[in-house]
């Protein structure tokens, strides 16, 4: 059950863009006037972010993205 929308499918589906919907929390309060996070899923969250973030910029097939040229050209 998840109980909040996500423009995900929408990017998918026309955007023909593969998409993932991930984030620390549990879906049961996520969107909702009681949502929250523990500290321990904060933490958790910020490293799997950082770790995501470093193996995408460390790989060679996106060399381009950390190159000048890209910032420069968008």
Do not use: C, Q
């Amino acid at each position: 059950y998840f109980p909040a929308w996500t423009d995900g499918g929408i990017i998918n589906t026309y955007g023909k863009i593969p998409t993932i919907v991930w984030g620390p929390g549990s879906l049961k309060s996520a969107h909702s006037p009681k949502e929250h996070i523990s500290i321990e899923d904060l933490i958790n969250g910020y490293r799997a972010y950082l770790t995501m973030a470093m193996n995408w910029f460390d790989s060679p097939e996106n060399i381009y993205l950390n190159s000048t040229s890209f910032y420069e050209n968008h």
